[in-house]
């Protein structure tokens, strides 16, 4: 299959299963909105669950540059602590995700179906493994114990979608609020003494 007709099917689906959910969004629907045949979808994604891993996968793989982000982590430091100015470059990241995108993450991260719950974790998981690289790239050389960059990663994305989520079983502005203080205290430990000074 050409390029660019996969990245057509891969746009329209994200569009689609952010506006309809994952039953909603039909496949046939998906293809047409695409310009193309169901069959020539179904050519380059082996079924609807193929296609929504994909779909998940292509958000984060083209949206995160560890490039940009050491760049937006330098601007924040120069108003946060280094635990807030982590937390204030991911928030800015998902701001700049197309609404349909930043949709679709939350929507899969918060389902209630165990299976398209774990495709987004999936896809998650190697946007947590890009981020943890850049912040152990970004700890002093000099620090005696390491931290721990990937359980600091996927407590910054935790802390994100609870943030961001609009759904009934987001946690309250409170809750919120204390396990930012929590988050930010415990990266705080971790990353006493980081600099992102050149």
Do not use: C
């Amino acid at each position: 299959m050409q390029p660019e007709n996969r990245e057509k099917i891969l746009k329209a689906a994200i569009e689609a299963f952010a506006d309809q959910g994952y039953e909603g969004a039909a496949a046939r629907a998906i293809a047409k909105k695409a310009g193309l045949t169901t069959m020539t979808m179904y050519y380059a994604f082996r079924d609807k669950d193929d296609l929504f891993k994909e779909a998940l996968d292509e958000i984060i793989k083209r949206s995160f540059d560890p490039g940009k982000f050491v760049l937006l982590l330098y601007e924040k430091q120069k108003n946060h602590a280094p635990a807030g100015a982590l937390l204030a470059a991911l928030q800015r990241w998902y701001s700049e995700l197309p609404q349909s995108s930043a949709r679709l993450l939350i929507y899969g991260y918060l389902s209630n179906n165990d299976r398209w719950r774990a495709m987004a974790h999936s896809a998650l998981e190697n946007f947590i493994i890009m981020l943890a690289a850049t912040i152990a790239q970004l700890s002093p050389k000099k620090q005696k114990q390491k931290p721990d960059a990937i359980i600091a990663s996927r407590a910054l994305v935790r802390l994100l979608f609870e943030m961001k989520a609009t759904s009934a079983r987001s946690p309250s502005p409170q809750e919120i609020k204390e396990e930012a203080k929590e988050v930010e205290k415990l990266l705080d430990y971790w990353f006493r003494g980081l600099s992102l000074a050149t």
